[in-house]
């Protein structure tokens, strides 16, 4: 075989051995992507969880969630599904770091509340002593949630103050943390 086949071969093998490296970094990576929550002013997709600075929709049945008379105590509220994976991640990881009686889970003086589908009533219902099952999904719908798992945090005001995908608890901690600067 004559030298330029050669070293074209090995050049292309070079390049596909490369671009593997390449691939398994990106999905080795996948998992620990951590976006960050949102700010009143960054641009969001159009269906992306209630409106930055107002009040979350009422929902026939969920008044209590978007009520400005919630204990005039911060909150997130936080969306999961009993088939979602990283929603069971998630509450496992807010298992794991709770140090009090789950009746009891706050996130510093941010009040947790759990909105689920009925299985996953049973499923996390340990995590937070505030878990409200949506039968029919209207409030995921009205308050346009995309997917699970998703917090909004709600300011004392009960105005949404971020609303974002989590994949672990520190996201939690981080918005809740904003909330209290608040």
Known sequence: MPAPWIALIAAMWAVLATLAVLVLG????????????PSATAPRPALAGPTLGHSPPIVPGYEELASRSFEHRPRIVLFLSSSCRMCVRVAEDLRSTSNEPAEHAHLGDVELVLVTDPDGADCFGDVSSLVVSQLDGKLSERWQIPGTPYAVAIGHDGDVRASCFV???????????????V
């Open 26 to 37: 990106v999905i080795r990576r996948i998992d620990q992507l951590q976006p960050t929550p």
């Open 167 to 181: 994949t672990n608890v520190a996201q939690l901690y981080k918005i809740a943390g904003t909330l209290q600067a």
